[in-house]
């Protein structure tokens, strides 16, 4: 099943959420394909269902109907325990307040997860390492999340994410609190991890930076897929900002 060409499938996903007297339809029948390998940006504006979208993919949420598959697997089969283990390993987590534990060092940080795997101290502190310098961050791996800025926190997330050498990365809005240069420094190494080791990039973004590295974009309103694009099909304006073609 590892190689199958779908890394994930919702099909007819459903979700409602009750805002006092109403009912919301956050999610109202989405089903998407994401191929193995993918950069996919899930774009749309707030309250349009792309944050509901990416928690029922991440298993973060469950949908009230429809069915999420990862790597073929029904998530809605899984008991907790079968749950926690495949967020484990196969899914790593990047948040926009990055989530980092204050308390830690940044090497403490990414090394958490691979406790949780069951990996040995030494294998968890070197693999935790290796990834700090693979995002730029070897030499502050003894800082705190407050003695490192937002940059540097959420590459501190970013190599958080990718302890257990997950096949998928789910971002949620990784530059809304970051500066735009920051931002694009972000996206772009989100980019060279996609392509350099094989890991599906799934996004939820109100960022327009984040269209020039997608491989494909789902945009999402009122609950329904409006509309999926490629990045070729996206007319890009070099030097100032992007917009999708037909957005006038």
Known sequence: MANTEYIVRTK???????????????????SVDVKRGEYISIMGPSGSGKSTLFNAIGGLDKPDSGS???NDVDMAQLDANELAFLRCHTIGYIFQTFNLITVMTALENVRLPTIFAGMSAEEGEKRAMSLLDLVGLGHRY???PSELSGGQ??????????ANKPSIILADEPTANLDSRTGTE???LLRRLNKDQGVTVISATHDYKMLDVSDRIIWIR?????????????????GGMQVPAGSH
Do not use: P
């Not at 007819?12 to 989405?30: I, S």
């Open 222 to 238: 009122d609950g329904v897929v409006e509309k999926i694009e490629l990045r070729s099909d996206l007319k890009i304006q070099v």
């Open 186 to 188: 972000i996206i772009d």
């Open 12 to 30: 007819d996903v459903r979700k409602e959420f009750k805002m006092g007297q109403e009912t919301m339809k956050a999610l109202n029948g989405v």
């Open 68 to 70: 999420v598959f990862i």
């Open 142 to 144: 003894n800082h705190k």
């Open 153 to 162: 926190q959420q590459r501190v997330a970013i190599a958080r994410s990718l």
